[in-house]
């Protein structure tokens, strides 16, 4: 790093300042190269997984299993026609399309009618449901998981998308509870009262002032619910016991068993799956905008 | 026809709290007035306003909106119409659509709501602005929204919660005009919180004072500048504020800076020490020479200079007047020098005596 004083405004007016001084917001030459290159090793490590399996994807399956390594080698579509049109992958698709959907759904309707009551009223039991909602996020899935399979079991439910739907939403609502009050909070409680005031209950309040506003909590909330169901593999291969009844989690699995591992198929479905998390990600991060709230409140 | 309002020994005690934030309020606003609550921070104004508003409980008494008990409906049941202090506009919504909105959601057909925005948009100077969403309002644009969210409704009451403490100096003052005048106009009883008491005396009939919860008095402005029933009143309202002083009372005068200030005759009945707190304002300090009877010396430590008026803020010479400064409005453009010995009498009839006790105040007659 450079020994000379950071130039300050008062020290230095821009007429008079010798072209070679640094301001305070710029960097040494050493600095600007150290942090570049920490920057894009740092992306090319988080970047180059999801490239190699992008690149082999489009490979034969014989040229995944060669030792010798190649970035394009024969490229063709053939793995993704064998997967769209050999396995099993639609159907699972469709299932996992069905029990994300419905766990966004009513995650975001059980986690922003929690939050709102957290943030806005008082209640018996307020704290205690606080932290309920806090320890339940400790246990690890591990242990959860045969309690919650005995559960789905005396209710019917394994084999089910329903019982997905279930354990998916005990993950991501209280975790989502707790993010939403934290955003709710943050809307002036003078917007709830006026609303009381021009005539509207609390349901009233919370569906058409409230939830106006907290657009980028709840599409937050949206994003996160749907990653908690999309790509989740555990309580899948756990409660899920027919082939049809795969999701994408546990389908994929099938391709990759102890012996004969299928990488071919398994490349082109991963690029697959992660299709429909990008189309989700994008409509989520257009209410990503900050200051909806600016202008209702003053100060 | 307008409504009155009436609080009947209205009391709000917070939960885990032990002494009430308001206590036993008993006020009575007449119908068409302009009632402004005044009082320091945490005096319960604000608290009565929201009780009035069903925002807060009534733990004990009532509270009635003309012959109506409104003190267990809900807000939207009272009929009534609220200005925040920082508007509570609704952010997602135009200018049109909050100030719309409660007639939206009473069910009122489209065209009739329409009418009734441009109506008050019209008012307030807000046409050109209906379109637009609450950020990109200026302050004072905003406030005019606020207020127009509260007349479109064509309420029985208005309350309003310092309306005027986000707006900057200059726009507080015109603004103060205008909803006043506002207010004569529509003829629609009015509850009016500030700490501000120049507000208090400009803008209401009839001012409220609070503090700690209790009710001090209600009257005229005039009234409460004249006739303050406690220091407290009297400290509080008027600016610059009252002189006010406990002096050691002998042979019927008040003994202020070695002077020998005469007190009437009733206030020396009833005083009960031998001291007394006196009172006296700004304006009723006339500059005297050494020899008037009843003059005592003020050295001048900061002159105020304003153009059309002058205060002397100065130091009680040679006593133990337990107030910071005196205070006195002298002729403007022809002011003693800082640090000049200066000789002031109370003009006769206008001096206040309190018990020094209770801060209640003695006859002056």
């Known amino acids: 790093m450079s020994s000379m004083p950071p130039a300050t405004a008062t020290e230095t007016p821009a007429a008079v300042t010798p072209p070679r001084v640094r301001g305070r917001e ?26 190699w399996v992008m690149l082999s994807s489009i490979k034969p399956a014989s040229e995944i299993r ?3 390594i190649s970035l394009f080698a024969s490229p063709t579509l053939e793995n993704y026609r064998k997967v769209l049109f050999d396995t099993n992958f639609p159907q699972w698709f469709l299932n996992s399309v069905i029990v ?12 922003a009618s929690a939050g709102y009551a957290l943030s806005r009223f008082n209640f018996p039991g307020k704290r205690g ?22 559960i789905m079991a005396n209710l019917g439910l394994i084999d089910t998308k329903a019982s997905l739907v279930i354990a998916y939403c005990t993950v991501a609502v209280p975790f989502c509870a707790w993010m939403l009050r934290g955003y709710f909070d943050t809307i002036p409680r003078e917007l709830d009262e006026a609303a009381a005031l021009d005539g509207l209950g609390p349901f009233g309040t919370f569906y058409r002032v409230i939830l106006p506003l907290a657009r980028p909590g709840l599409a937050v909330t949206a994003f996160y619910t749907f990653l908690t169901a999309w790509g989740e593999v555990a309580y899948a291969i756990a409660f899920m016991q027919t082939d049809d009844h795969y999701t994408l989690g546990a389908g994929l699995q099938q391709f990759v068993p102890q012996f004969s591992p299928r990488w071919d198929l398994l490349t082109a479905g991963a690029v697959l799956i992660t299709i429909p998390a990008a189309i989700v990600f994008f409509f989520a991060q257009k209410h990503l905008v900050a200051g909806l709230t600016a202008g209702g409140t003053k100060g | 026809m307008p409504t009155s309002v009436t609080f009947d020994q209205a009391t709000r005690i917070y939960p885990g709290m032990t002494t009430p934030a308001v206590s036993a309020l008993d006020l009575e606003v007449r119908p068409g007035e302009f009632l402004v609550l005044v009082g320091p921070s945490g005096s319960g104004k604000s608290t009565a306003l929201r009780m009035l508003a069903g925002l807060e409980d009534v733990n004990q008494g009532r509270i009635l909106i003309g012959d109506k008990d409104v003190t267990h409906l809900r807000p939207k049941d009272r009929d009534i119409a609220m200005v925040f202090q920082n508007y509570a506009l609704y952010p997602h ?19 009739d709501i329409e009418a009734r925005v441009l109506e008050a948009a019209k008012i307030l100077d807000l046409v050109d602005y209906l379109d637009r969403k609450p950020k990109a309002l200026s302050g004072g644009q905003r406030q005019r929204v606020a207020m127009g969210r509260a007349i479109v409704r064509q309420p029985q009451v208005f309350l309003m919660d310092e309306p005027l403490s986000n707006l900057d100096a200059k726009l507080r003052v015109s603004t103060r005009t205008q909803i006043a005048s506002l207010q004569r106009r529509l003829d629609t009883t009015t509850v009016y919180v500030t700490h501000d008491q120049v507000e208090a005396m400009t803008m209401g009939d009839r001012v409220a004072v609070l503090k700690d919860g209790l009710l001090q008095q209600v009257d005229t402005p005039l009234g409460l500048y004249d006739n303050p029933t406690n220091a407290f009143v009297a400290g509080f309202i008027g600016s610059p504020a009252m002189n006010l002083g406990t002096f050691t009372v002998a042979d019927g005068h008040a003994l202020i800076g070695g002077a020998k200030v005469p ?4 206030t020396v009945g009833a005083i009960t020490g031998d001291q007394v707190q006196v009172g006296f304002r700004p304006e009723a300090l006339e500059l005297s020479s050494e020899t008037d009877p009843g003059s005592f010396p003020v050295e001048a430590l900061v002159i105020e200079e304003l153009g059309s008026d002058a205060f002397l803020y100065g130091n009680l010479i040679g006593d133990d007047l337990r107030a910071d400064h005196i205070v006195a409005r002298i002729a403007p453009r022809s002011v003693p020098a800082k640090g000049a010995k200066v000789w002031f009498t109370i003009a006769p009839g206008r001096i206040h005596a309190f018990d020094v006790e209770t801060g209640d105040a003695l006859p002056t007659d």
Do not use: C
Request: charged share 10%; hydrophobic share 60%; aromatic share 10%.
């Open chain 2, 263 to 266: 007190l009437p005759r009733s």
């Open chain 1, 100 to 111: 994300a959907a419905f766990t966004m759904v009513i995650g975001i309707a059980m986690s």
């Open chain 2, 93 to 111: 919504m135009s200018v049109a659509e909050n100030m719309g909105f409660a007639l939206k959601i009473a069910g009122s057909p489209k065209a």
């Open chain 1, 129 to 150: 449901l606080m932290w309920v909602f806090l320890l339940t996020q400790m246990f690890p899935v591990a242990i959860l998981i045969v309690p919650i399979y005995t």
């Open chain 1, 26 to 51: 710029d960097r040494s030459l050493l600095a600007s190269v150290a942090l570049h290159g920490t920057l894009i090793v740092a992306t090319f490590i988080a970047l180059f997984p999801v490239l």
């Open chain 1, 66 to 68: 060669r030792t010798e």
